[in-house]
């Protein structure tokens, strides 16, 4: 059985191409995935055309998905950030 990827991260691997324009197979291979997997989450991503492409929805009261919303908000902001750095670095080092 494969390895479980939570649905931020899924969303942040697709972000990163989309971002960066770089090919599928290079961002694959700098998050460790499969080359097929991140296309099949790309492939889910353009069909459904919004952010909440991977996120399980729960049942909580309104209140309580606003702010849990805008903290979720937040650390994609941050992790996504992260890792722009990350591969900012990667990418620059294998152009030298």
Known sequence: MGKKYGGEFKMLA?????????????IAVVLDIGNQ???????KYNE?????SFIDSGHKAPEDKTVQGLQKRIR?????????????????????
């Open 14 to 26: 697709v972000k990163l191409v989309i971002v960066t324009g770089k090919p599928v197979a290079q």
């Open 37 to 43: 997997t991140l296309y099949n989450w790309m492939k």
């Open 48 to 52: 459904d055309q919004n952010d909440g």
């Open 76 to 96: 994609n902001l941050e992790e996504e950030n992260s890792i722009l750095k990350k591969a900012m670095c990667i990418f620059a080092k294998k152009q030298k």
